[in-house]
Structure formats: structure tokens, C-alpha cells
């Protein structure tokens, strides 16, 4: 069962621009599906998956391109990076638009060898696991802004949770594969999913000399998502240096496993922190690795609110990235440890989020709000996402918005 992607709008538009598409994501999330329903049969497919079509890439990429002519979808391009210069000559000479479209599960080196062989020639696109309004058939979603206008025009289409419900969802993760698979399957899939990842992605970008190490070091990573990082602390824990962390969390971010969020800060605000937060960017790997089996012990669990707060940043980050747009995300915290969840930096206007597991926020919960007013910067509408039944005002510059909402 193919479900409609958001991305399908801006991909299509983009194909009447740009030569080549890149679309990039962790493996999984149906970038190749996408590309196949897409091309509608008009566009040669090619794997480098297959062994033997990355020994002919690798060895000879000219005679791999005389074989296999435009317009050609190359799945896994990164196992080949020895294409991208003829790509490009290709394209130079024969400067039609639509002509290759690639996929890549690894960023790490891929995103370098791009730049450098088909800058201004490729559309760069980030498609992730299913957003809550692809799998409710709604996948012409706007990037999320908390202004009136937005709230009002999903409230017609907005789902409607209760908490067990929702936890669910959270638990079972966006993989297009999980979303049809029964509870019985949970387990399995994610166990071979990060057997792959390991053996396939990892394997390519570092020497991992203890697998049992690198997985550790993921489950400690997926136990600490919402949270600061640390690169000390988590050194310690795991019992390998600083350099080798900061080594592997990059390649989670260059796989696309987790998203590390920036503090807001500027030359007029020394005082703030310059420390990250890190999130997965899939909830049920996440629930996986952090041995939670089933949603119910999840809810009650210790985890509940920072998996909670997870889900809203990536449903949130989807909707920006499955429109073709970069994400203008921040959080505030300062040294006086006042923190705001989320800020959205649009058109000059900074928008605040609080991202709270409860039905009825107060005014307590946005106190740290009022400290954005010494940025020097405009201060749009802002929201608490909860598990309210309806959009209520807390103050009359911020509503409680129900996370049906994002």
C-alpha cells in the first residue's frame, strides 16, 4: 500500500529545474518507493545495493552510463561516488532537466563529493519516515508555524488523540514497512534494521572494532534524546574518548538517525548556552533501543515526556523538510537554566514552543517566554503543544495548541 508523500509536490517541481534530484534519508523511509511511483515506468532503475552493478560503477562509471542512460534513477549512490564526475559531464553536455535521480542513506561523504561534482546541477531533497498526515492521508501539509492563520487552516483536518492511542503511534515509529506491520513484528524489524545499519552505513564510515561498543553507544544516545548533550558524560559511560563520540554522533546525524538542535544565540546575548540537544528523529527506533516492548509501559514509563517531546520535533522537522525547506529551529536556554523547548525563526520573527505532556498548561509552563524579549528581535504567537482537546488561550500571546495539531 503506497501512501502519498508530502515531498511528491516539490519534487515534481523541482524535476523541472534541476538536471538531478538527490534524495536523501535513512534507509527505509521509501525514497526508493517514492522515485519508482514517481517516474511512473519512464526512468531506468539501478541499485548499487547489487554487487555487481557497484563493482561496474566503481571500476568503469563511463561504460556503467553508456549502459544505463538517462533518465535513470541510481539507488545508493554513495557506494559509487566515481559517477558523480561523469554525471556531470553528461549533464553538461546534454543540459536537460529530469535526467538522473539519486538516492543516498549516508551523508557523511556523500554530501562532499556532491558539492563538488554537481553543484548548481542538483536538487538536494530530505525524505524521513511517515509524518502523522501521510499516514492519515493528508500529505499536502505546510511547514509548521504557529501562527493563527496556520492553526486555523488545520483545524479541519487535524487528528484527534487520546493518550493510549497516541503512544502508540509513538511507539510503533514512521518506517512506511512498521506502519503496516502487525505489534508482533516490531521487534524483528527494528532488530534487522540496526543489524543493517551497522554492517552497511557504519562499517563504510569508521572502524568499528567492537559492534557490541557501537551499539551501546546507541542505546545510551537513544535514552538521552530530548536532553543536552554531553560529550564528557557520555564518553565516560560507554568508556571510549571524546574524539570517538563526537566521531559517532556525527555519523548518526550524517545517517540521519538523529537531529541535534542549536541554541539561539547572537553577539548581544553572551549569556546563553552554546550546548546542543540531541533528538531521534524516529520514535520507535528510539522505543527499540531503550527496550521499551509495548506503548503502554512506554506512557507510565520514565521516558514518557522526553519521547513525547521527540515526537513533536520530528513530526515538526518533517513538515519543513518533506516541503523542500531547511528547518529555522532553535531552543533558548541560558545560565540561569531558563529554557524554552523550541523556537521557530521565521522572516525575522521569532516563534516560542513549549512541548508539555499534560491536557491543561498554565501560565507556568511559559514563564521563561517573557526572557526572549531582551533578544532584540520580533516575538511572534506562541504555544504550548499538549494533549488538550481543543486550541484555548493561556495568555492573550500564547494558546495551548493540541499536538493533533502539528
Known sequence: MFKKRTLSKFLKEANKNFPALLITGPRQVGKTTLLKNLSKGKYTYITLDDPEMKLLAKEDPKLFLQRFAPPLIIDEIQYAPELLPIIKMIIDKDRKNGMFWLTGSQQFHLMKNVSESLAGRVAILDLQGLSQSEKNNNPNMDSFLPTKDYLNGRDKICQKFDLLKLYEIIWKGSFP????????????????????????????LVQVKNKKTFFKFLQIIAARTGQLVNYSDLANSIGIDLKTVKSWISILEASRLIYILEPYYSNLTKRLTKTQKLYFLDTGLCCYLTGWDNSKVLEKGAMSGEIFETYVISEMLKSYWHNGKRAPFFFYRDKEKREIDLLIYKNGTLYPIEIKKKSNPSKKDIKHFDVLNKLNVEIGHGIVICLSDKILPINVDVDMVPIGYI
Not at 179 to 201: A, C
Request: charged share 30%; no cysteine.
Open 177 to 204: 514497512e512498521v506502519f503496516l506491520l502487525n505489534k508482533n513484528q516490531w521487534e524483528l524489524f527494528y532488530t534487522s534494521y540496526i543489524q543493517t545499519y551497522i554492517e552497511r552505513d557504519v562499517r563504510d
